[in-house]
Each structure stands twice: as C-alpha cells, then as structure tokens.
C-alpha cells in the first residue's frame, strides 16, 4: 500500500505565501510523476501543477510566474510553493503520485485559504 501525507496548509491573507509538502510511504519502487492537484467550493478538480522523474515540470495558466513545484526524490517528497497567493487561489489542495503501470495514488487533501 501506499501513503500520501500532505502538509502546509492554512489560513493566509492576499499576497501572502505558503509552502505545501506531500510525503509518499509504503510500497513505492519508483514514482513516474507527482503533482498537485484543487478543488474549489462547486467546481470541478483542476490541474495545478506535475514534476516528472525527469524534473520536468508543468504548471496551469493560472499559478505560472506564482507557484514552483519541486520534489525531494530521496524522501519521495513534492512540494508546492505558493508565492503572490489571491483569494481564487482558496481550495482543497490534493497531492498525486503516478506510480509505473499507471497506478495512481491521492492524498487526504489540506485547505488553503486566502483572505483579507
């Protein structure tokens, strides 16, 4: 089995940053690509942002130039830096691993808030 541990989340105002962590333990070989993943009251899960084994990275359109993603390959640890943060950024952040043979793993989820 595996776990996925997330952390750094809270309560922030405008302008403000913060740095999420996503911890995986268990039965982990390797891992293809971690990312980050929001849900925003009513809406859909969207994209926030990948890293590949080969420390590719993506980011949506809407953190590029805010948020760097990074990971920690010797603890199989991702982070999320959340720099500039705006009140559209509020959500419940979800971590993803992609294991080989297409085995996806989540996290739990970690509120952020941002609000004056």
């Known amino acids: 089995q595996v776990q996925l541990v997330e952390s750094g989340g809270g309560l922030v105002q405008p302008g403000e940053s913060l740095r999420l962590s996503c911890a995986a333990s268990g039965s982990i070989h390797s891992i293809n690509t971690m990312g980050w993943y929001r849900q925003a009251p009513g809406k859909q899960r969207e994209l926030v942002a990948t890293?590949?084994?080969?420390?590719?990275?993506h980011l949506s359109d809407s953190v590029k130039g805010r948020f760097t993603i990074s990971r920690e390959r010797a603890k199989n640890t991702v982070y999320l830096q959340m720099n500039l943060l705006k009140p559209e950024d509020t959500a419940v952040y979800y971590c993803?691993?992609?294991?080989?043979?297409?085995?996806?793993?989540w996290g739990q989820g970690t509120q952020v808030a941002v609000s004056s």
């Open positions: 993803n691993i992609i294991m080989p043979l297409g085995r996806s793993y």
């Open positions: 890293i590949t084994s080969g420390e590719s990275t």
